[in-house]
């Protein structure tokens, strides 16, 4: 399933990109931004972050935010939706950004999936004793050794 949304692109002096996606900002009431150091990066975090919400949306069980012709999205309003002015940028454009939300979702989706692990008895005796969730707890030790926090 692809979605194709507007996305407001703006060039900064410093030569990165700010990116906003009005549509996702105003129907999930959220910072729907980001940015990038390139404008290859900025496209590439312009379809992160859509598919993020999107996929997000549909997790929750929710109806997708309907995508606004791009005629219809507008710098000024969006600008005088986050209250700047006279935003001092080079130059800023209006496309549209196609994501494929299946192929995110395969990725990165929140399905879950069945691992067995092995772990000493008395260890098993102690956390089933104390109602740990086994679940969570190799979850959260697994993104803590991933992400190195």
Excluded: H, R
Aim: charged share 30%; proline share 3%.
């Amino acid at each position: 399933m692809k979605v194709i949304y507007p996305v407001l692109f703006y060039e900064e002096k410093d030569g990165e990109y700010s990116v906003f996606v009005p549509d996702l900002q105003k129907a999930l009431n959220t910072s729907a931004s980001t940015c990038g150091s390139t404008l290859e990066e900025a496209m590439s975090m312009a379809e992160d972050l859509i598919a993020g919400l999107v996929l997000n949306e549909m997790e929750e069980g929710n109806k997708i935010p309907k995508a606004s012709k791009i005629e219809d999205v507008s710098f000024e309003k969006l600008e005088k939706y986050l209250n700047i002015e006279n935003w001092d940028y080079v130059s800023k454009f209006k496309t549209y950004i196609s994501v494929d939300i299946s192929s995110f979702a395969e990725k990165w989706g929140k399905e879950l999936i069945k691992k067995t692990v092995n772990i000493p008895k008395w260890v098993n005796a102690k956390a089933e004793s104390l109602k740990i969730n086994f679940s969570k707890t190799l979850e959260e030790a697994l993104l803590q050794k991933i992400y190195k926090e």
